[in-house]
């Protein structure tokens, strides 16, 4: 599933392409991806309204309307945004075709069909995504070693599961937890209420600092993203740790861990991160 940095360069890769545009026409090849309102319906309030902003919260994308109305996308396992010339040959597993102004397309892939779109009115409350139950975003002012602490320092659970917990800290999942652990030289399956003070400190500066490195390093062009259908995702070179088991670690050389947290693979370094052994 993509997490934070991958959903971010979607955004920043389909706003500039979409901003402005009028929808001229919706297809909806699978209906069950509409999962707020039928996909008539759907269709209907959509069409002839023009494209404001994509905003992404946590791993949801919304697209806003000059109405005040919106829709919400969530991409799950292996949803996929194309914006596309019209007659672009289509995409296997292609299931909503946004027919846009100047001559483009919004198109939504999906191998699995997990992903989901809500549509909601303007002055209406989203009671449909769950978007509202996602925690602070890791660049949010309010989000300090406080708020950490505040949240995740009473919890026996290893700190890695709490830092997948989307309900604290927003879009952070295997692979950037991994990542930031590693940075913040804090071992994965330490207890979250064992942290001290100066820890939670240090954690709570790398998740934005890690996530932020990670976002610029996954910077593409339209072109680009386009030619690899939307998963040039850059970041596999300059991960230090994920993936990595069994490698020399890349501050001391000891051979990186490899461990399972909450049922998900990990990687860490019994050197650099504090642990006794593998």
């Not at 490195?213 to 259908?229: C, H, S």
Request: net charge positive; glycine share 8%; with cysteine.
């Amino acid at each position: 599933m993509p997490e934070l940095p991958e959903i971010e360069t979607i955004r920043r890769v389909i706003l500039p392409q979409i901003t402005g545009a009028t929808i001229k026409a919706l297809t909806v090849e699978r209906p069950e991806v509409i999962a707020c309102l039928t996909a008539d319906e759907f269709c209907k309030r959509l069409v002839g309204q023009k494209i404001r902003n994509m905003v992404r919260r946590g791993k949801f994308l919304t697209i806003t309307l000059d109405s005040g109305d919106s829709f919400t996308l969530h991409l799950r396992m292996t949803g996929c945004l194309l914006v596309v010339p019209s007659g672009y040959p289509a995409e296997k597993h292609t299931h909503v075709i946004f027919e846009l102004s100047g001559g483009k397309e919004l198109r939504f892939s999906d191998t699995r069909r997990f992903g989901r779109f809500w549509l909601v009115g303007k002055d209406e409350a989203d009671k449909y995504s769950g978007i509202g139950k996602s925690g602070l975003e890791p660049f949010d002012n309010r989000f300090t070693s406080a708020y950490l602490k505040e949240h995740l320092g009473a919890r026996r659970k290893a700190i890695k599961e709490c830092l997948l917990d989307q309900s604290v800290v927003a879009c952070i999942g295997n692979i950037y937890s991994d990542e930031i652990l590693f940075t913040a030289a804090l071992r994965p399956t330490r207890p979250a209420n064992s942290l001290s003070d100066g820890e939670w400190r240090r954690l709570a500066s790398q998740i934005p600092e890690v996530l932020g490195y990670f976002i610029g390093k996954n910077a593409v062009t339209p072109e680009e993203y386009l030619q690899d259908k939307g998963r040039n995702y850059r970041n596999t070179p300059f991960l230090r740790v994920y993936g990595h088991g069994g490698e020399p670690c890349p501050i001391c050389g000891e051979p990186l861990c490899k461990t399972v947290v909450a049922g998900r693979s990990s990687v860490f370094c019994p050197h650099c991160q504090g642990a006794a052994s593998c």
